[in-house]
C-alpha cells in the first residue's frame, strides 16, 4: 500500500503491528488520524526537542517499533462521527483533513495524498506547520471535552456559563503556553476559540400540526424575524417532512416549496455543576 491510514485509539498502536506490516513496503506511509500530540512530534522537529521520544505516547519506544517515525504523515481530522454500530461509522459533518510532514517540507507524498483526497470529494489541504493545527484542535479539545462530559453541558452552555467558562479559558490558556514553550506559534486566541464554540447551535424541539421533530438551530441575521428554514435534504437526520406533507411535484418530480407554521421550544438545559 501506498497509504494506511490509521483510525484506531493512540493507545492502541503498539499492538497494531500484525494489522499493519501485511500493508507495509519500503515507502509506505502511514496517516495518523489521532487527536492530542502523536508519537512522531519530536522526530524532525529541530531544536533542543529534536528526536525527543515522549514516553507518555510511546512508552519504551513500543509505537516507534511498529509504525516508524519516518512513515508518519501527520493528519488532523475535522470531520463529526458517530459509531452507530460495530463495524458501522456514521458521517455527522465536515470533510477536511490536513496533513504535513515532520519536518514541514510540502512532500510528493502529502500533495499525491492530498490530490487523491480532493479527487475523493474531501478537503485535504497540506501545510508546513500542522503542528500548530494539532494545537489548536487540542487545546480546545482538551478543556470543553472533560467539562462537558462531567457537566452533561454543550460547547454554548459552557462558554455562556460564567463559572466553567473560566475553568476553560484558564485550561485553554495553559495549553496555549505549552505550546508556546515547545516554539509552536497557534495563531488562534482563546477569545477567538470561544466565540466560536458559543455560536455552536443547541438543539431545539420543533412542532407543526403534524408532528414534531428535534434539529439543531442556529440564528441567522439573514432571515427575517419569524421565519424559519429548514433543508428537507437528509431525512436520516432531521425528518422535517415530519412537520409538513409528503407531496411532490408531478411535472418536476422533486419536493415542493413546502410551509407550515410551527412552534418552537428549547430542549431542557442539563444541569450545569455550580
Known amino acids: 500500500m501506498d497509504y494506511v491510514f490509521l483510525g484506531l485509539k493512540a493507545n492502541a498502536y503498539a499492538a497494531c503491528g500484525p494489522l499493519i506490516a501485511p500493508l507495509l513496503h519500503e515507502r509506505t506511509a502511514v496517516v495518523a488520524a489521532q487527536n492530542g500530540i502523536p508519537w512522531w ?17 510511546d512508552p519504551g519506544g513500543a509505537v516507534s517499533r511498529v509504525l516508524a517515525p519516518e512513515r508518519a504523515v501527520g493528519c488532523v481530522v475535522y470531520a463529526a462521527t458517530e459509531l452507530q454500530s460495530p463495524g458501522v461509522v456514521r458521517h455527522l459533518e465536515g470533510t477536511r483533513f490536513s496533513v504535513g510532514e515532520p519536518d514541514r517540507s510540502l512532500s510528493p507524498r502529502c500533495r499525491d495524498l492530498s490530490e487523491a483526497m480532493r479527487t475523493g470529494g474531501l478537503k485535504c489541504p497540506v501545510g508546513p506547520e500542522l503542528r500548530g493545527d494539532i494545537w489548536i484542535k487540542l487545546f480546545g479539545n482538551i478543556s470543553f471535552n472533560p467539562i462537558s462530559a462531567l457537566a452533561r453541558a454543550t460547547m454554548r452552555q459552557m462558554c455562556l456559563h460564567g463559572g466553567t467558562r473560566r475553568v476553560i479559558e484558564t485550561m485553554m490558556r495553559e495549553t496555549l503556553s505549552v505550546a508556546e514553550a515547545l516554539g509552536c506559534a497557534v495563531g488562534v486566541s482563546v477569545e477567538r476559540r470561544l466565540a466560536g464554540a458559543e455560536r455552536v447551535g443547541e438543539e431545539v424541539q420543533v412542532f407543526s400540526r ?60 442539563a444541569t450545569v455543576v455550580r
Open 210 to 269: 403534524r408532528g414534531s421533530v428535534v434539529a439543531p438551530v442556529w440564528i441567522d441575521r439573514a432571515l427575517r424575524p419569524g421565519l424559519a428554514f429548514m433543508t428537507m435534504h437528509f431525512p436520516d437526520e432531521v425528518d422535517t417532512n415530519q412537520l409538513t406533507i409528503e407531496a411532490n411535484c408531478p411535472i418536476a418530480g422533486t419536493a415542493e416549496f413546502k410551509a407550515s407554521a410551527i412552534r418552537i421550544e428549547k430542549l431542557p438545559v
Open 41 to 57: 512530534y519530536f522526530h524532525r522537529h529541530g531544536g533542543p526537542y529534536d528526536g525527543h521520544r515522549l514516553e507518555s505516547v
